[in-house]
């Protein structure tokens, strides 16, 4: 069976700080990769997706940015974190047009 | 711009109630349109899901209603439980996913 893993659960970093989250998938090959961004009590934005090793597509410019290594593989960083980049981060996959998964979550807090 | 619009923003409900949360399209491409569930501190867990051929789904007390002509959606919990308390969004999209804001909803004891 599929399974999504993401770590780190919880982080707390300074603001300027470098960040690294990273999202692995089980059990499936060349699956649509995504990371969202969820603010506390709002709804999910969609931050990048993937549809391939190297393919990326940004939805809002900002100062995160996403890699994707290997095929199942996928990494949202940050050279220099901003307050406002606290949240709650959530990658999810999935095959074509069929469903999202979504991985247990990154509660990201910068101070 | 391809907006989900997602209501009521939070709903109480008496346990043994019926819980409606709403939500309406604008892209009429749209062909999938899914439910999901999220309990605290966790990812959103797909919960139901219907395509337009169809204008009603039910998964035990979980029901899509869906209306293509008027580009709505509904989701209703029949005898809802405290443990069905937990933030629901819709969503539509005919590749990637466009999300609604979410419902938080409370079932009291």
């Known amino acids: 069976s599929q399974t999504i893993h993401q770590w780190p659960a919880t982080l707390v970093q300074p603001v300027g700080s470098p960040l690294s989250l990273e999202c692995t998938v089980e059990?499936?090959?060349?699956?649509?990769l995504y990371w969202y961004r969820q603010a506390a009590g709002r709804g999910l934005q969609l931050l990048f997706y993937?549809?391939?090793?190297?393919?990326i597509s940004s939805e809002v410019p900002q100062n995160l940015s996403a890699s994707r290594p290997q095929d199942r593989q996928f990494i949202l960083s940050s050279k220099k974190l901003l307050l406002s980049d606290s949240g709650f981060y959530l990658c999810a996959w999935s095959v074509g047009l069929g469903e999202l998964f979504f991985g247990e979550g990154s509660r990201l807090t910068v101070l | 711009q391809q907006q989900v619009k997602q209501s009521p923003q939070s709903l109480i409900v008496q346990k043994g109630g019926i819980s409606i949360i709403n939500c309406a399209y604008e892209n009429t491409a749209f062909d999938y349109f899914p439910w999901y569930q999220q309990f605290p501190g966790k990812g959103p867990a797909l919960l139901i899901a219907i395509r337009p051929d169809v204008s009603e789904k039910k998964e035990g007390r979980f029901t899509i209603s869906f209306n293509k002509s008027a580009k709505q959606f509904s989701l209703h919990i029949m005898d809802s439980q405290p443990g069905d308390s937990a933030t629901y969004f819709c969503a539509a999209g005919g590749g990637q996913l466009t999300f609604g804001s979410g419902t938080q909803l409370t079932v009291l004891p």
């Open positions: 993937s549809v391939g090793i190297g393919q």
């Open positions: 059990g499936t090959s060349n699956p649509n």
